[in-house]
T-cell receptor, first 119, second 117 residues
Framework: AQTVTQSQPEMSVQEAETVTLSCTYD???????LFWYKQPPSRQMILVIR??????QNATENRFSVNFQKAAKSFSLKISDSQLGDTAMYFC????????????????FGKGTLLTVNP | NAGVMQNPRHLVRRRGQEARLRCSPM?????VYWYRQLPEEGLKFMVY????????ESGMPKERFSAEFPKEGPSILRIQQVVRGDSAAYFC???????????????FGEGSWLTVV
């Protein structure tokens, strides 16, 4: 079974600064995908970024980037130039990849990190 | 292109009543997933459906919960005889094909918040 751990229940950052949210996971699979989802006060689940485990290059989406360390099973999210609209709960999630014989459609979520961006 | 549509957004039920949550997947999507988010928790998988088929219901409570995705119309998550512990956010998600084949990108609706009083 896969597990996802987010060790920081809450974090805060000043507007325009950089913050890193941590995530570790445990799996015996070699082919999988990792995601960060954002849940703002509106409570919608919004995909922020995704990473394929077979890709060595870290994924980047504008101000959001990840530091994927496969051997360490670590998948941290860096938010640069933080904006007030980044205030949200951030969830790290894991999915088994295709041909792994597993449930390659189930997302396993961590418990989340509440990020507050202060003006 | 409309996203995943869920209704109602908020639902209040008294203990013992039934709750019905509806989900219309994104256009062209034939795979639907339901997740539940309990207070202070991440989302947890409940069930995966295709049109007229339940593929995986391993995350569904054994009693009182059921789901369907008929040939026509939205997917429905039904909770009979609700109890206070059913109070949660219920998210529906969809994908055009099996999750893995779409680059494993699954799109979520805005959620339905059930409160049992």
């Amino acid at each position: 079974a896969q597990t996802v751990t987010q060790s920081q229940p809450e974090m805060s950052v000043q507007e325009a600064e950089t913050v890193t949210l941590s995530c570790t996971y445990d799996t015996s699979e070699n082919n999988y995908y990792l995601f960060w989802y954002k849940q703002p006060p509106s409570r919608q689940m919004i995909l922020v970024i995704r990473q394929e485990a077979y890709k060595q290059q870290n994924a980047t989406e504008n101000r959001f980037s990840v530091n994927f360390q496969k051997a360490a099973k670590s998948f941290s999210l860096k938010i640069s130039d933080s904006q007030l609209g980044d205030t949200a709960m951030y969830f790290c999630a894991f999915m088994v990849g295709f041909n792994s014989g597993g449930s390659n459609y189930k997302l396993t979520f961590g418990k989340g990190t509440l990020l507050t961006v202060n003006p | 292109n409309a996203g995943v549509m869920q209704n109602p957004r908020h639902l209040v039920r008294r203990r013992g009543q039934e709750a019905r949550l509806r989900c219309s997947p994104m256009k062209g999507h034939s795979h639907v997933y339901w997740y539940r988010q309990l207070p202070e928790e991440g989302l947890k998988f409940m069930v995966y459906l295709q049109k007229e088929n339940i593929i995986d219901e391993s995350g569904m409570p054994k009693e009182r919960f059921s789901a369907e995705f008929p040939k026509e119309g939205p997917s429905i998550l039904r909770i009979q005889q609700v109890v206070r512990g059913d109070s949660a956010a219920y998210f529906c998600a969809s994908s055009p094909r099996l999750g893995a084949l779409t680059g494993n990108t699954i799109y979520f609706g805005e959620g339905s918040w059930l409160t049992v009083v």
